[in-house]
């Protein structure tokens, strides 16, 4: 059975599969630096003796304790560790960490479920993706828009393709038995 004129070449067989093996290794490598991330917010959450021993190695070791500027910013960032900020941002990476961990590895199995998933959770977020390129725009900003655009693209076309046959009973054959 030959496919539509129309249809892309990476929609075939194995170039589809490589595609989706692609797209979910990079969804598992983001999962990885989310995982550390988040790991990193929540530990560093709990390390408030370690804002302590920085605070005082700045005030002995560099001579700026009257520096109005760097105990500012050195006292905001104790408000931000006291008040739970960052663990809240390490919470959430973790719960991210663990989307993107899903998505990867159940579309790296090709599984339908992992594909939707990917799909709604990347097209997610690609408005606050275009909101932060509007107000900081930048080269890395820009790749990273490109990759989920294609991605929701591309298993749209993968899903749209893919979809299941309707159910169609067999006639039965009838089986002598002894």
Known sequence: MSSPPHEPAFLHGARRVR???LIALFKIGKGALLL???VS???LNARTRWMDALSNWTADEILLEHSRAVDYLLHKLQVV???G???ATGLLALFYAAVLFTEGIGVYMQQRWAELLMIFATAALIPIEVRHLWHEPGLVGALILLANCFIVWF???VLK???TKPCVAQPRELAETR
Do not use: W
């Open 36 to 38: 550390l991330l988040g």
């Open 19 to 21: 595609y989706l093996k």
């Open 41 to 43: 917010l929540v530990f």
């Open 81 to 83: 560790l006291a008040g």
């Open 85 to 87: 900020t960052l663990r």
């Open 155 to 157: 298993l749209y076309l």
């Open 161 to 163: 393709r893919d979809k």
